[in-house]
Antibody
Framework: QVHLVESGGGVVRPGMSLRLSCAAS????????MHWVRQAPGKGLEWVAV????????YYADSVRGRFTFSRDTSNNTLSLQMNSLRAEDTAVYYC?????????????WGQGTVVTVSA | IVMTQSPDSLTVSLGERATINCKSS????????????LAWYQQKPGRPPKLLIY???TRESGVPDRFSGSGSGTDFTLTISSLQAEDVAVYYC?????????FGQGTRLEIK
């Protein structure tokens, strides 16, 4: 069964760092680009970043570029999102999601999410 | 690319048709293959989004056939032909034609 499981969320103060992880199972991890999407409390979905299947290309939303770094470890089937200089507006549920070539790039599998709260 | 959904909320009786619209600020049609890079997602409270429709009109495996998508280029519609109680959710359109990938603001669907 295909699964994505996020971890690493928590409560941090503005300016601090946090590292999120996403563990993938049930599919050939190295075949798929992967994304992070976040959702602030009571708000809509905001795309955060994408990483290529090979891990050599990333692209970020303007709101996080220069502060967040997306990486993947194919040997462990895991994704990481290093979040630095966190701001109150980064408070959200963070989802990892699979980009499926079958769909042309829509997100066919999502994790359950991990909650990040940035508060003084 | 800015995605704009209408309406923001919708109340429909059980068994009736529900229609949600989505408009993109520029085309998401890849003309060489005649496919629009537009997806629809359903999100229930406390749950992650679920893919319903991709390429504007292709139903994801396992999605009931009462859900259908239509449109091309910049104007799209999600239709639920006969609303069921379990369809209460927020629905989002998404363009994946270009990065940054963008979502509509969401449409909340409730039962009358």
């Amino acid at each position: 069964q295909v699964h994505l499981v996020e971890s690493g969320g928590g409560v941090v103060r503005p300016g601090m760092s946090l590292r999120l992880s996403c563990a993938a199972s049930g599919f050939t991890f190295s075949d798929y680009p992967m994304h992070w999407v976040r959702q602030a409390p009571g708000k809509g979905l905001e795309w955060v970043a994408v990483i290529s299947s090979g891990g050599n290309n990333e692209y970020y939303a303007d709101s996080v570029r220069g502060r967040f770094t997306f990486s993947r470890d194919t040997s462990n089937n895991t994704l990481s999102l290093q979040m630095n200089s966190l701001r109150a507006e980064d408070t959200a549920v963070y989802y990892c999601a699979r980009d499926s070539p079958v769909t042309g790039g829509a997100f066919d599998i999502w994790g359950q999410g991990t909650v990040v709260t940035v508060s003084a | 690319i800015v995605m704009t959904q209408s309406p923001d909320s919708l109340t429909v009786s059980l068994g009736e048709r529900a229609t949600i619209n989505c408009k993109s600020s520029q085309t998401v049609l890849y003309s060489s293959i005649n496919k629009s890079y537009l997806a629809w997602y359903q999100q229930k409270p406390g749950r992650p989004p679920k893919l319903l429709i991709y390429w504007a009109s292709t139903r994801e495996s396992g999605v009931p056939d009462r859900f259908s998508g239509s449109g091309s280029g910049t104007d799209f519609t999600l239709t639920i032909s006969s609303l069921q109680a379990e369809d209460v959710a927020v629905y989002y359109c998404q363009q994946y034609f270009a990065t940054p990938i963008t979502f509509g603001q969401g449409t909340r669907l409730e039962i009358k």
